[in-house]
């Protein structure tokens, strides 16, 4: 999903340093998203993405608490279960004043807790005095505001920048301004309660006396502006908490809820529901997750497009917002400098002052080939979920637009199959998921060029076309529907024909411009399976291959074999492991009736889960062979949390179960469900089929699940297939 093309090119991620370093923390709302370190600072020590960003721009870029010029000690720091709140508790140093020891170490307790609500940072600053004198309290607070874009914190040098504009103070506060090249002015208001002891340029200086045993309280409120000055309101601490609380209770009502008798289990899933819920963002079509933090927290197509499958049988209203975004941005002419053609889904939009300029292409960009068929494969699952024919026949032109992309631009040689080769100068060279530079080549190591077919990407349409066909015959297009299911047939025969490698056991990973297989062992082959393509014999070989020592690391498929040339268990995608990859493959497994594979995928990401800071699932970690008793090795400049990452456990627990539900007919199916060792029970509280409600048990007993309704409201039916 990234926007990252070579090594060398403008839009890499440069890595001068890592996100695993200095444990960063982040939380999101909205637009707004915030990086810091565990001290609760933020501080550009080291080039990297701390900040409070909002709408694609960095609206402050230093926020430094010191106490008697020294940094605190830190104690503890933890984000709240929820990813609500972020608290950190501190301590002072031994504090030294003309040279003598005026405080001793471990006297004073400061905690900061902080959140984002509607494009403003709350902080509460807490202080108490555990010593028996009373003593001053000087404290410092440093603030700066670059307003760099996003790219430029990943890196980017910009020949020209906006203008800083004068800093203006106040009593309580101050703000910082930029005029951007893009005309816009940008401006970050800072105010401080109670009244601080002076305003600088650069921040504030808090000084008070504290008593022993006693309480001090300071709160600050950081609000991102853009365009013209608007009457702040300030709303209190406590008052923008409780509204931001009673917005999530409410967001977090809709969901279904999975609970099982493994507390460590929990934890994993629970983490990942905050993760949704926190880059979940309100767009005016509904609910959309945002891809990732923090690179990536804006609408991607095939990202949202996944989550949105991952989590269909918890929260269909995700789906429904992700089709009607990206129908709404659906490209309706040609632009070749943003890979944009006639029917094509969106890859990704972005706002700040860059995009704006057209100093990246990413303001509106499609380069991206698979994002049109999903879109086609979520609204036939929505529809099938839930039932809405309203919104299927709002969406059937847009999906018959996409599938005259897939039939026209999507295969402009006419070669059968769907390919892609860039049109934009600056856009992006391989555009599947896996988008890197040298994500595709042959055996012997050479890239491929194009246009390229990918397998998984014949896999997509086919599956597009078979959901187009059912959703064309229940709007009573009885012609287009046979079409449609002919059409599918006849890409299956000459996929399996040209796409199958014997030698391999295996799908080729593509084709190139020349018609050429590029014979290399890939997790894109196990794609083939979640979509359906691969025939009941090559699809079980398949899956098989998938899980033999070279492709699976013992915390799950890598994404290319340790024997393929271009093998590097370090590299972006040719041999790391990432999570969503691998439960589309649990869920293609099973599919084909192959459980023993989905349950060990999901046994691999819960294992990796156990050793990942707050059980949070990364965009990706490195493929390195899982060793007794180490956790896996973290990939550098991963995203954390990440949507489909995040997704990924409740797709290969659904795939374990073979839940499958039917909103038309108001059915919930079990079909030879499975549960792993570890899981002996598992409850599904709250699940919706549309007005009705269901609470259901399972139970593991040696080889076979039992499945127990554990309450009903209205009508649904639910059936267990062993």
């Not at 605190?72 to 984000?79: D, Y």
């Not at 994500?439 to 077919?453: K, N, R, S, Y």
């Not at 078979?466 to 996929?495: P, S, T």
């Not at 391999?504 to 359906?532: E, F, I, Q, T």
Request: aromatic share 10%; hydrophobic share 40%; glycine share 10%.
């Amino acid at each position: 999903m990234n926007d990252v093309i070579r090594w060398n090119d403008q839009y890499y991620i440069l890595a001068t340093s890592s996100l695993t370093d200095g444990r960063t923390e982040v939380l999101k709302q909205g637009e707004t998203f915030l990086v810091f370190d565990r001290y609760g600072d933020i501080h550009q020590v080291l080039s990297g993405p701390q900040g409070l960003y909002h709408e694609g721009t960095r609206f402050l870029s230093r926020f430094d608490l010191s106490m008697h010029g020294q940094r605190p000690m830190l104690l503890s720091a933890t984000v709240k279960e929820d990813n609500a709140l972020f608290t950190v508790d501190l301590t002072n140093p031994d504090l030294i004043v003309d040279g003598k020891k005026a405080v001793s170490r471990g006297t004073i307790h400061l905690c900061r807790t902080r959140f984002l609500w509607q494009g403003t940072y709350h902080e509460r600053i807490r202080v108490h005095n555990y010593g028996v004198t009373k003593f001053p309290l000087p404290l410092r607070l440093t603030l700066d505001a670059d307003f760099a874009d996003l790219f430029e914190a990943r890196g980017r040098q910009r020949e020209r920048r906006g203008s800083r504009l004068k800093t203006v103070r106040s009593q309580s506060g101050l703000v910082f301004g930029y005029k951007g090249l893009d005309g816009v002015i940008r401006r970050t208001a800072v105010r401080c309660t109670p009244t601080p002891k002076q305003v600088l340029s650069d921040g504030f200086i808090i000084e008070s006396s504290i008593p022993p045993h006693a309480d001090l309280t300071w709160e600050l409120t950081i609000s991102c502006e853009i365009g013209r000055p608007r009457n702040r309101v300030f709303l209190t601490y406590g008052r923008a908490h409780k509204e931001a609380h009673r917005a999530l209770q409410e967001a977090i009502s809709h969901n279904a809820h999975v609970y099982t008798a493994n507390e460590q289990f929990n934890h994993w899933l629970n983490r990942s529901l905050a993760d949704l819920h926190m880059l979940i963002s309100q767009t005016a079509e509904g609910l959309y997750p945002y891809a990732g933090v923090p690179w990536f927290s804006v609408p991607f197509g095939r990202d949202g497009i996944i989550t949105a499958l991952q989590m269909l049988w918890m929260n269909p209203s995700l789906a429904r917002g992700v089709l009607g975004f990206l129908a709404s941005t659906q490209a309706t002419e040609v632009r070749a400098e943003q890979d944009a053609e006639v029917g094509k889904i969106l890859h990704e939009t972005r706002q700040g002052e860059m995009a704006a300029l057209g100093e990246i292409p990413f303001g509106k960009y499609y380069g991206s080939v698979d994002a049109t068929p999903l879109f086609i494969v979520l609204a036939g699952a929505y529809y099938g979920r839930t039932g809405d024919h309203t919104f299927l026949a709002k969406l059937w032109p847009h999906i018959e637009l996409a599938l005259q992309w897939i039939d026209h631009d999507g295969d402009p040689s006419g070669m059968g199959f769907t390919t892609y080769s860039r049109q934009s100068a600056n856009g992006l060279v391989h555009q599947g998921w896996k988008d890197s530079h040298d994500a595709v080549f042959h055996a012997d190591g050479t890239a491929a060029q194009g246009p390229i077919a990918l397998c998984e990407v014949q896999a997509y349409v086919y599956q597009a076309k078979q959901a187009a066909a059912g959703l064309a015959q229940i709007l009573g297009e009885i012609d287009q529907a046979d079409r449609l299911r002919k059409e599918a047939a006849a890409l299956r025969e000459r996929f399996e024909r040209v796409f199958w490698c014997e030698k391999l056991g295996s799908y080729a990973l593509a084709l190139d411009g020349k018609g050429r297989p590029c014979r290399v062992r890939s997790s894109n082959a196990g794609h083939c399976l979640y979509g359906g393509i691969a025939g009941q014999e090559r699809g079980l070989r398949t899956a098989r291959a998938l899980l033999r020592e070279e492709m699976f690391s013992g915390w799950g498929i890598r994404t290319i074999a340790t024997s393929e040339a271009r093998y590097n268990p370090m590299s972006y995608h040719n041999g790391s492991v990432w999570p969503h990859d691998n439960a589309l493959i649990a869920a293609g497994m099973a599919a084909y009736g192959y459980r023993e594979g989905a349950i060990k995928i999901l046994t691999g990401l819960f294992d990796a889960s156990l050793f990942l800071d707050l059980h949070r699932m990364p965009e990706l970690f490195c493929g390195f062979s899982r060793r007794p008793g180490e956790s896996p090795t973290r990939y550098p400049t991963a995203c954390a949390p990440q949507a489909w990452a995040a997704g990924a456990g409740f797709q290969a627990l659904q795939a374990c179960l073979g839940l499958q539900i039917d909103g038309t007919r108001r059915l919930v199916q079990f079909v030879r469900p499975i549960l792993p060792p570890f899981l002996e029970r598992v409850e599904l509280r709250n699940l919706s089929i549309g007005t009705a409600r269901l609470d259901l048990v399972l139970d593991r007993h040696q080889n076979e699940v039992a499945v127990t309704v554990a309450r009903r409201t209205g009508q649904v039916e639910v059936v267990l297939i062993v």
